[in-house]
C-alpha cells in the first residue's frame, strides 16, 4: 500500500507554496495525500517564525504527537521552514520534542527524500540546515490546492532589513528567477487550466536588480500579461521603497494584472517609520497612493500597519490614524507589534505595554472598518466579475469568489461554478465581504 503524507502549513503565501513543493516532491517520491493526520505515515510541520505565538503554536502540537509516535514507532514525524532557520532552534526542538525524525529548512526542500531515505537507514534523527539558498532549483515537482489558481515565485529571500522582521535572516539574501524560467511555469500552468497566477516574493518590486543587464518587475508583468489564456495576474509583496510611478503606468496598461495594490503602510509616523528601516517617508507614501488612484482610478488599496512599535508615543500613533483617515484603505491587516529574538526592534528601549498596544489597535481597527463598510457599501447594485474559489466554509450552499480588486463575495450558486468566473450583482456590501446575488 503507498505510504501517507499530511502537511500543516504556517504562514504566509511563500509557505503556503513550499507546501505544495513539499506535496509534489512526496508525491513522486510514493506518498499519497492522508485524509487525516491520523492517518499519516509522516508528518510535516511547515513553520513560520514571524510572530512568537506561531512558534508556540507549532511546538505544542508536536508535543501532542508524542504518543501517537509511541503507537506507531515507524511515523516519520518533521518540522521544515522559517522557524527551523532561527540559531539554536533545532536543538530547542530535539530538547522539547525528541521524537521529531527530520528537521529541515527554507533552502533545502529539495533534500527531503534524501533525508528520508537516510532515516530509514540509519533510525537516527536527521538535520539539515543551509544558511541561505545555494541555487535556485527549477522544475520541482508541485501539488496545487485548487485547479484554476496558482502561486509562483519570483523572487526568494529578502534584502531589505525592517528591524521587526525576521524573514531576511531566515529567508536569507534576495535572489530573482531567471525570467524564462517563471514564463515557462507560467505557460505551463495555463495549459494545466490555471487563468489566475499570483507572483510571489518578499519584494516584487525590486525583482531582476541583479541580472546584467537588470530586468524590471514591469518587464516581467508585461512578458506575463502576453501569455494567452492567462486571465488574472495577482502579487504579493510590494514595498514602498521601490514602488514607483513607473511601476504603476505599466500596471494601469495591462489588462489582465487586478487593479488591486496591497502597499504595507506599517506607520504613519516618519519617525516610527526611520526606526522601522523601512526607507519611506509618511509623504512619499502619500504621493504614491495619490498616483495609483490617478492611472488606475478602479483599483483598491489594502495595507498592514503595526501598531505598538518601541518608541511609539501617543502622537505617533495619532500620525497612523490621521493617514488612514485621509488615504482611506479598502482594507488593512493591523497587528500589535511583536518583539522577536533576532531583530533588532527586540533589543529597543521603550517597550509599549501590552495594554496600550491592544487598546491602539482597537482604535485602529474602528476607524479601518468604517472606512472599509463605507467603501464597499458603494458597490451596492453594481455587477461585477467574480473568479469563483469554492463553497463557503460556514455553508456549502453559498458560493466564494473574488473579484479583480480581490474583494470576497458571497452568493448562492452551483458548485459547478467553481473555478469559472460568474457576474455577481452585489446586494448586501459589509465591511469585509460583499454578498450579491448571480445576473
Given at each position: 500500500m503507498d505510504k501517507k503524507y499530511y502537511i500543516l502549513t504556517f504562514g504566509c503565501q511563500a509557505n503556503e507554496r513550499d507546501s505544495e513543493t513539499?506535496?509534489?516532491?512526496?508525491?513522486?517520491?510514493?506518498?499519497?495525500?492522508?485524509?487525516?493526520?491520523?492517518?499519516?505515515?509522516?508528518?510535516?510541520?511547515?513553520?513560520?517564525?514571524?510572530?512568537?505565538?506561531?512558534?508556540?503554536?507549532?511546538?505544542?502540537?508536536?508535543?501532542?504527537?508524542?504518543?501517537?509516535k509511541a503507537e506507531k514507532p515507524d511515523l516519520i514525524i518533521g518540522i521544515c521552514g522559517c522557524m527551523v532557520q532561527q540559531e539554536k532552534m533545532a536543538e530547542k526542538i530535539h530538547r522539547r520534542a525528541p521524537h521529531v525524525d527530520l528537521i529541515f529548512g527554507t533552502h533545502n526542500l529539495d533534500q527531503l527524500p534524501e533525508l528520508i531515505k537516510k532515516l530509514e537507514e540509519t533510525k537516527t534523527p536527521q538535520t539539515q540546515i543551509l544558511a541561505d539558498l545555494q541555487e535556485i532549483k527549477e522544475d520541482l515537482p508541485t501539488v496545487r490546492e485548487v485547479p484554476f489558481k496558482a502561486r509562483v515565485n519570483i523572487t526568494y529571500g529578502c534584502n531589505n532589513f525592517c528591524t521587526y522582521c525576521i524573514v531576511p535572516y531566515v529567508r536569507g539574501r534576495e535572489k530573482s528567477r531567471e525570467p524564462q524560467y517563471i514564463l515557462k511555469e507560467i505557460k505551463d500552468l495555463v495549459a494545466d487550466g490555471v487563468v489566475e497566477v499570483m507572483l510571489l516574493g518578499q519584494n516584487v518590486n525590486s525583482y531582476g536588480k541583479t541580472f546584467d543587464p537588470p530586468v524590471t518587475f514591469a518587464h516581467l508583468l508585461e512578458q506575463v500579461n502576453a501569455i494567452e489564456g492567462l486571465k488574472r495576474i495577482r502579487y504579493l509583496t510590494s514595498h514602498p521603497r521601490d514602488f514607483n510611478v513607473d511601476l504603476i503606468k505599466t500596471i494601469s496598461g495591462l489588462a489582465k494584472v487586478c487593479p488591486h495594490f496591497h502597499l504595507p503602510l506599517q506607520s504613519g509616523s516618519n519617525k516610527i517609520l526611520q526606526k522601522m528601516n523601512r526607507g519611506y517617508t509618511r509623504?512619499?507614501?502619500?504621493?504614491?497612493?495619490?498616483?495609483?488612484?490617478?492611472?488606475?482610478?478602479?483599483a483598491s488599496i489594502t495595507t498592514d500597519i503595526i501598531v505598538g512599535f518601541p518608541g511609539e508615543t501617543d502622537e505617533d500613533f495619532q500620525?497612523?490614524?490621521?493617514?488612514?483617515?485621509?488615504?482611506?484603505?479598502?482594507?488593512?491587516?493591523?497587528?500589535?507589534?511583536?518583539?522577536?529574538?533576532?531583530?533588532?526592534?527586540?533589543?529597543?528601549?521603550?517597550?509599549?505595554?501590552?495594554?496600550?498596544?491592544?487598546?491602539?489597535?482597537?482604535?485602529?481597527?474602528?476607524?479601518?472598518?468604517?472606512?472599509s463598510l463605507a467603501i464597499n457599501s458603494q458597490l451596492e447594485g453594481q455587477v461585477v466579475e467574480v473568479l469563483v474559489d469554492g463553497c463557503s466554509k460556514k455553508d456549502q450552499a453559498i458560493l466564494e469568489g473574488r473579484t479583480a480588486t480581490n474583494k470576497t463575495v458571497l452568493f448562492a450558486g452551483s458548485k459547478e461554478l467553481i473555478g469559472k468566473f460568474v457576474d455577481v450583482e452585489i446586494t448586501d456590501p459589509q465591511t469585509w465581504v460583499l454578498k450579491g446575488k448571480l445576473k
Open positions: 513539499l506535496a509534489g516532491i512526496l508525491q513522486k517520491t510514493g506518498y499519497v495525500p492522508a485524509a487525516e493526520l491520523f492517518d499519516a505515515d509522516i508528518i510535516l510541520f511547515n513553520t513560520c517564525c514571524i510572530r512568537e505565538k506561531a512558534e508556540n503554536k507549532v511546538l505544542s502540537q508536536v508535543g501532542e504527537l508524542k504518543e501517537l509623504e512619499h507614501y502619500r504621493e504614491l497612493v495619490e498616483t495609483v488612484r490617478e492611472y488606475v482610478p478602479s500620525d497612523t490614524i490621521e493617514l488612514v483617515k485621509e488615504l482611506r484603505f479598502d482594507s488593512a491587516f493591523t497587528f500589535i507589534y511583536s518583539a522577536r529574538t533576532g531583530t533588532p526592534a527586540a533589543k529597543m528601549k521603550d517597550q509599549i505595554p501590552l495594554a496600550v498596544k491592544k487598546s491602539r489597535l482597537q482604535q485602529l481597527m474602528q476607524v479601518q472598518n468604517e472606512i
